[in-house]
């Protein structure tokens, strides 16, 4: 009975290795955002860590049992919705590298974060334009905010989100982080390849982003939105998810299925 256990425990976890695929698990969190990319050589990226510790058990699911290994963790900015399990998986996984703004903030588990990454001396990466982070299986991040030239610590948090391409054959997707309407117009007046085939929503769906102009930029096929059921700020907000509806845009929503998987090829 242990050696079937064994054996199906090491089926369960071969499936989940890299396989050739860029894997894209939007996590079902709640209010919050969380997200987990798995390259075509099965290298690990977590972007956030959602508003408590449900991101640990998601990534559970998804991970490999006796896998405990990040390549790289992104924390986007250090709002509560988006930090709170990453002091925790900093201390249960092996985490490579971490990407963050170094925008000032006193949160607490803010604090938590900056004292593991110390403690461990984990190399830490800050979001430049011109520098593309590849893993040398096809998945290549592209940086497009914020940049060193143009960052201010004291930034208001939203506004300080880490903004990439993640980009694999002729597959994109563009994460937003918390970003609000005028982020989205000062990227644009950088000129940056923003278009990408999928969106992940900023700020969960709020009326401050997704900005008519920078969703024509971005033309994308989909946008999924990170979401918790029945917040109180009413996001996605109608009005948003009518902008979407006009542009043609297809959506999902961490609301109606969960955890949102897509498979790249």
């Given at each position: 009975?242990i050696l079937l256990?064994?054996n ?6 071969w499936?989940r290795?890299?396989?050739g ?7 079902d969190?709640?209010q ?18 959602g508003p408590?510790?449900s991101?640990l058990?998601?990534?559970g ?8 290994h990040l ?23 092996n985490?490579?590298?971490v990407?963050l ?21 984990i190399p830490?990466?800050w ?10 299986d ?19 948090t ?14 994109s997707?563009?994460?937003?982080g918390d ?5 989205e ?20 769906g ?5 900005s008519?102009?920078f969703?024509?930029?971005?033309d ?5 939105i990170?979401v918790?059921?029945n917040n109180?700020?009413?996001h ?17 929503s ?9 498979e790249?090829?």
């Open positions: 009975m256990i064994t199906l425990l090491v089926l369960r976890d499936s290795i890299g396989n695929t860029l894997r894209v698990y939007v996590l969190i709640g919050g955002d969380s997200t987990l990319l798995v390259s075509p050589s099965g290298k690990q990226i977590l972007i956030d860590g408590d510790l991101a058990t998601e990534l699911k998804k991970l490999p049992l006796f896998d405990k390549e790289l963790l992104i924390l986007s900015h250090p709002d509560k919705d988006h930090i709170s399990a990453l002091p925790e998986v900093l201390r249960r996984y985490v490579e590298r990407m703004t170094g925008v000032e903030h006193d949160l607490g588990q803010y604090q938590d974060v900056i004292e593991e990454i110390e403690k461990q001396n830490v990466i979001p430049e334009r011109e520098t593309d982070i590849a893993f040398g096809g998945l290549i991040l592209d940086i497009i905010w914020p940049d060193s030239s143009e960052f201010d610590p004291q930034m208001e939203n506004q300080s989100s880490i903004v990439l391409r993640a980009l694999y054959k002729e597959h997707i563009l994460f937003t970003i609000d309407d005028e982020i117009q000062r990227i644009l007046q950088t000129g940056a390849d923003v278009r990408s085939d999928i969106l992940k929503v900023a700020h969960h709020s009326r401050t982003s997704s008519t102009g969703l024509l930029a971005v994308p096929e989909l946008a999924v990170s918790g059921e109180s700020y009413n996605p907000h109608p009005f948003i998810t009518k902008r979407f509806q006009t542009l043609g845009i297809a959506t999902k961490t609301i109606e299925e969960g955890t949102v998987a897509i790249l090829r």
